[in-house]
């Protein structure tokens, strides 16, 4: 049987004015949800979020030249915070990332191997990129990986698109959130 970790991807205030076609209160109320049912089955939670210093020295080369996207994503600005309708807990995991993956110079695949997880459940923002990127990671390193379909969606393509191409590239799950409750209740 296998263990299971939940990880929400970059539910920040920032990546939803940048994509005013994403619900943000839906995406929000279904991710609380499923954080919600994953605390109640003992699925840990590990929240990521896209955080940078002010004095640019850990932005990406190739974004300090134009500071309209990393410089609403430094700590303590307002489009950095976590959307309204997300609730962290105490028992929840944080991890801060400066890239597209929530692997890459993080401590999240320490957190994941102290805990004895092999199965992600990913959720958030976007799909198409830094969740992702998360996911391909996790598969490189052999994680199992799912997405729960109400508590995604995507910046550029389709949320649809963003579905089969990690099902393609990874052969990554894609279950609903009604599947997610019984597979949660089931553990």
């Known amino acids: 049987m296998s263990k299971d970790a939940l990880v929400v991807v970059d539910m920040q205030k920032f990546f939803?004015?940048?994509?005013?076609?994403?619900?943000?209160?839906?995406?929000?109320?279904?991710c609380?949800?499923?954080m919600k049912i994953s605390r109640g089955a003992g699925i840990p939670v590990i929240q990521v979020v896209t955080l940078y210093r002010e004095d640019k020295a850990d932005w990406p080369k190739a974004w300090r030249a134009d500071d309209s996207w990393c410089s609403n994503l430094v700590r303590d600005e307002d489009l950095s915070r976590v959307v309204d309708g997300i609730d962290a807990m105490p028992s929840d995991f944080a991890v801060e990332k400066?890239?597209?993956?929530?692997?890459?110079?993080?401590?999240?695949?320490?957190?994941l191997r102290s805990l004895g997880c092999d199965h992600l459940y990913l959720v958030g923002y976007s799909a198409d990129v830094c969740l992702r990127f998360t996911a391909v990671d996790a598969y490189n390193r052999g994680y199992g990986v799912s997405t729960v379909y109400e508590g995604i969606d995507s910046f550029k393509e389709a949320k649809d698109q963003s579905v089969e191409y990690l099902s393609w590239l990874i052969g990554a799950d894609c279950i609903s959130l009604e599947q997610f409750k019984k597979n949660a209740e089931t553990r």
């Open 16 to 30: 939803f004015i940048e994509n005013q076609d994403v619900n943000e209160r839906q995406l929000a109320e279904a």
């Open 32 to 34: 609380n949800e499923i």
């Open 98 to 111: 400066k890239r597209f993956s929530a692997f890459y110079n993080t401590n999240l695949e320490d957190i």
